[in-house]
T-cell receptor
Framework: EAQVTQNPRYLITVTGKKLTVTCSQNMNHEYMSWYRQDPGLGLRQIYY???????DKGDVPEGYKVSRKEKRNFPLILESPSPNQTSLYFC?????????????FGPGTRLTVT | AQSVAQPEDQVNVAEGNPLTVKCTYS??????LFWYVQYPNRGLQFLLK????DNLVKGSYGFEAEFNKSQTSFHLKKPSALVSDSALYFCAVRDMASNYQLIWGAGTKLIIKP
């Protein structure tokens, strides 16, 4: 089954404790992206990757890091989480970086930073 | 600046009635427009897109959207609402200025009452 998986689905952590949210897709997509969803603000892009070893900042990259060492994986790293990073996070992927067609989204990771 | 607006935070419709969820956009060049749906505790799912051609686009679950260039709108419609259509709906537009990333609306919560 074609899918994007994220782990963990729920995470409660404390300020400053480094964490990684994993994202993996099995569709051989070149493009992957991370978003955060906050009430009233819709989706805001954090980082995206057009292909392996190619990453770019989105609209809200501060406090986040990403890497794209393999085509299928695109982990999101919070080196020193803060309470304002409490949010619902989605990973997404799609084919053909130059054409914005259908994106496939993971189920989401709900992060709470206390 | 390129933008997408969903003017209604919430839309309430009685089951069996037609529904409309509004979206307006502002982009340079020809717009690529999208609708996604998010059911509770799920990731976003692609519904439909407009790239070119017929102004009336048909998508999943009986939804359709009408592209209106003069009004810069892309409203989502369904002739007869189902309770199961209750969800959060997002409109998005391709942003040519930022490497073809998507600009997202804030989302509209659709509530279908039995």
């Amino acid at each position: 089954e074609a899918q994007v998986t994220q782990n963990p689905r729920y995470l409660i952590t404390v300020t400053g404790k480094k964490l990684t949210v994993t994202c993996s897709q099995n569709m051989n997509h070149e493009y992957m992206s991370w978003y955060r969803q906050d009430p009233g603000l819709g989706l805001r892009q954090i980082y995206y990757s057009m292909n392996v070893e190619v990453t770019d900042k989105g609209d809200v990259p501060e406090g986040y890091k990403v890497s794209r060492k393999e085509k299928r994986n695109f982990p999101l790293i919070l080196e020193s989480p803060s309470p304002n990073q409490t949010s619902l996070y989605f990973c997404a992927s799609r084919t053909t970086p130059g054409q914005t067609y259908e994106q496939y989204f993971g189920p989401g990771t709900r992060l709470t930073v206390t | 600046a390129q933008s997408v607006a969903q003017p209604e935070d919430q839309v309430n419709v009685a089951e069996g009635n037609p529904l409309t969820v509004k979206c307006t956009y502002s982009v340079s060049g020809n717009p690529y427009l999208f609708w996604y749906v998010q059911y509770p505790n799920r990731g976003l799912q692609f519904l439909l897109k407009y790239i070119t051609g017929d102004n009336l686009v048909k998508g999943s679950y009986g939804f359709e959207a009408e592209f209106n260039k003069s009004q810069t709108s892309f409203h989502l419609k369904k002739p007869s609402a189902l309770v199961s259509d209750s969800a959060l709906y997002f409109c998005a537009v391709r942003d040519m200025a930022s490497n073809y990333q998507l600009i997202w609306g804030a989302g509209t919560k659709l509530i279908i009452k039995p």
